[in-house]
């Protein structure tokens, strides 16, 4: 008998803790969650919510994917704490940069995901200050494209955004009705030199996505983009 997918359901996959070094000499705390087939041919690499506001690898829509897109997707999820950032999995080392120092954080988790776990088709996955992360840092050729969940682009400039746009690779941002930090109407104006942008608006949601509709919301965009064969994603398993 199949049951309904709810907030705690954890579908079967390979999990694995994972150590990230950055150029720096510190030790991020991280897990990569694969498919039971061991392929990561598709995969995504999380950047988490601002931590001084509670933002971590095991914010509730990236646990969610990480409990779930191997399983339903074919899709490897990998997470990790940027510097000084804590969660149940562990604390990495060193301090919060304010954005700052975190683009040497970006950097070690994409040679991580291409030279230790050799995946082929990697997308980063930004929520909120991961957005900003990744439109500046997550520019490394190998990586197929962006999807961003909540920008609020508080430090993102017109010129990150400029580069983007001439180098011509996927950008997808999902962006909540209710957002208190950039709404729809106001993220097509400050999305304006990035005419590339794939913009989803979502009716009724806000910056955090709570409520199981919306997680499946996001995870679903997530896979069209990923690996859309995978769709319509199962609400029971």
Known sequence: ??????????LPAIRTPISIQTEDGLKLVGEVSTPLSGDRSNAILCLHPRPTHGGMMDSHIFKKAANRLPAMADITVIRFNTRGTESPQGKSEGEFGNGLTEKLDVSAAINYAF??????????VGWSFGTDLALQYATDKRIRGLILLSPPLLTTTSE?????????????????????FLNPAAAIDRFKDLTSLQLISVDGAKHLWVGEPFVHRVLSEIVAVVNPIKLPLATEF
């Open 1 to 10: 008998m199949s049951e309904l997918i709810r907030p705690s359901t954890i």
């Open 115 to 124: 030279d230790q776990l050799q995946v082929q088709n990697l997308w980063i």
């Open 160 to 180: 990150h955004l400029k580069l983007w746009n001439e180098d011509g690779r996927p950008i997808v941002a999902l962006v909540p009705e209710h957002d208190e």
